[in-house]
């Protein structure tokens, strides 16, 4: 089965862009998560959903960050405007049900300059 | 709240030698453990999982982890350090909400020489 896919791998963009980060679960996970390492931190929960329910956003940081799963398959994460301090890689990773083990994808590595 | 520490950011070992990673955990009620692996340009890959059925947790690729409650310790060993395992490994404690909102500790790099 193809696995958790991102796009881009890799996005460079100046202070006070928008870029906007894309997750493809496994087919069939209704359970979708985000997740983000920046730059010499811990990775931290952002959020989760349930097919396209926001279930848990309290890990997102700021009204800056939007996320979206709309149809209940893939989701997009919004940073609008990005700013230095959201510099990192962002995981993508999904589950078949609500305690099941997390598949992740390869991130997204994002550098705001 | 949940949380784990990693007592080391960087261990080196040569191959063939045993490896040991270091993990506590705090947790006010008997916790889920994980450990994670990332290759590097690789996402997560889930080593093994803790669920309170057996103190000792046998993993893929020959690792194992033991949760000792008296010592809020729950460290990754393997026997045999081999090039491929050289990574950064993630000590993880899962929040109990029913689903898998996860609390990661800040990796251990595991380098290995010839």
């Known amino acids: 089965e193809a696995g958790v896919t991102q796009f881009p791998s890799h996005s460079v963009i100046e202070k006070g862009q928008t870029v906007t980060l894309r997750c493809d679960p496994i087919s069939g996970h209704d359970n979708l998560y985000w997740y983000r390492r920046v730059m010499g931190k811990e990775i931290k929960f952002l959020l989760h959903f349930v097919k396209e329910s926001k279930q848990d956003e309290s890990g997102m940081p700021n009204n800056r960050f939007l996320a979206e799963r709309t149809g209940g398959t893939y989701s997009t994460l919004k940073v609008q405007p990005a700013e230095l301090e959201d510099s990192g890689v962002y995981f993508c990773?999904?589950?078949?049900?609500?305690?099941?083990?997390?598949?992740f994808g390869n991130g997204t590595r994002l550098t705001v300059t | 709240a949940q949380s784990v520490t990693q007592l080391d950011s960087h261990v080196s070992v040569s191959e063939g030698t045993p490896v040991l990673l270091r993990c506590n955990y705090s947790s006010s009620y008997s916790p889920s453990l994980f450990w994670y692996v990332q290759h590097p340009n690789k996402g997560l890959q889930l080593l093994l999982k803790?669920?309170?059925?057996?103190?000792l947790v046998k993993g893929i690729n020959g690792f194992e982890a033991e949760f000792k409650k008296s010592e809020t310790s729950f460290h990754l060993t393997k026997p045999s350090a081999h090039m491929s395992d050289a990574a950064e490994y993630f000590c993880v404690v899962s929040v109990n909400t029913g689903f898998q909102k996860l609390v990661f500790g800040t990796g251990t790099r595991l380098l290995v020489s010839p």
């Open positions: 990773a999904s589950s078949n049900t609500g305690d099941s083990p997390l598949h």
């Open positions: 803790y669920t309170s059925a057996a103190t």
